[in-house]
């Protein structure tokens, strides 16, 4: 987590800001906020890929067969 933080937050934006040619520490702060938000966002998705309820499923799958049981009661 420390090491996605790291990355994330501070690492990705540097090289992105330095490649980029950006000049303000505005912009710089807008690129941070985005790739750790990103980040983010996909770690909270692999969360809940990772339930139970979802193993030896397809996400399609489980939401087909979630949204059949639901239709159905």
Known sequence: ML???VVMGIGVPV???LLLDLHTI???FTIAAST???WGVVDLL???LEKPRLR???PGQAL???WER???D
Request: glycine share 8%; net charge positive; charged share 30%.
């Open 3 to 5: 090491i996605g933080i």
């Open 15 to 17: 090289i992105v800001f």
């Open 26 to 28: 505005g912009q710089f």
């Open 36 to 38: 750790f938000l990103a």
């Open 46 to 48: 692999a969360t809940i």
């Open 56 to 58: 030896d499923r397809s």
């Open 64 to 66: 087909r067969e979630d």
């Open 70 to 72: 639901r239709t159905k």
